[in-house]
């Protein structure tokens, strides 16, 4: 079946670098991809979205970035801080409006 | 002023016993979904609920049912827990089904 599909690596950053987590998709008719973000012992945050008619969206400190000829999806976090250490999520919309997660990326700012 | 709440929010019970996850939004959405997510913190759709239709993931056993006494709460009510059941479950909610949704904080449910 088709999936949004995302490695499950764990990303090292040093604070106030820019951070780049990364999402491969392989359902080429999807047109909505969102972003979030997950803290311990909360639920999954709403980040940044983007639709398939755009390649390139920003926000504060975050930009997605939407590559439909590799089906790819990546987020840009500009001068990465603490509070930026989460587990980052991926989905894109499927079928009923329901959404289909990646795996997920541990994301860790070092002092 | 949490906009989506879920309680209880930790849940530990036997194999075999039914339980429920009770889920309130003040966002004045009208579509409400169930997610699981498992120790690997993949997350999974389980349901999908407005006011006039009810989408199921179809891999979600028939021991889990979603029930709405109307528009602002979705529970879930899962029967026979077995031990696969341990997860944090989330509720989330969106107007007219679009995006984004928004999460509640999760529910972890242990089966012991």
């Known amino acids: 079946g088709e999936s949004v599909g995302l490695h499950l690596p764990t990303l090292s950053v040093q604070e106030g670098d820019n951070s780049i987590i990364n999402c491969a998709y392989s359902n080429s008719a999807s047109d909505y991809f969102i972003w979030y973000k997950q803290e311990s012992g909360k639920g999954p945050q709403f980040i940044i979205d983007i639709r398939s008619n755009m390649d390139k969206r920003q926000g504060q400190r975050v930009t997605v970035l939407l590559n439909k000829t590799v089906k790819h999806l990546s987020l840009q976090i500009a001068a990465t801080q603490p509070g930026d250490s989460a587990v980052y999520f991926c989905a894109e919309k499927n079928a009923g409006n329901m959404l289909t997660f990646g795996g997920g990326t541990r994301l860790m700012v070092k002092p | 002023d949490t906009a989506v709440s879920q309680t209880p929010k930790y849940l530990v019970t036997q194999m075999g016993n039914d339980k429920s996850i009770k889920c309130e939004q003040n966002?004045?959405?009208?579509?409400m979904y169930w997610y699981k997510q498992d120790s690997k913190k993949f997350l999974k759709i389980m349901f999908s609920y407005n006011n006039k239709e009810l989408i199921i993931n179809e891999t979600v056993p028939n021991r889990f049912s979603p029930k709405s006494p109307d528009k602002a709460h979705l529970n879930l009510h899962i029967n026979s827990l077995e031990l696969g059941d341990s997860a944090v479950y989330f509720c989330?909610?969106?107007?007219?089904?679009?995006?984004?949704?928004?999460f509640g904080d999760g529910t972890r449910l242990s089966i012991l």
């Open positions: 989330a909610s969106s107007h007219r089904g679009a995006q984004p949704q928004h």
């Open positions: 966002l004045g959405h009208d579509t």
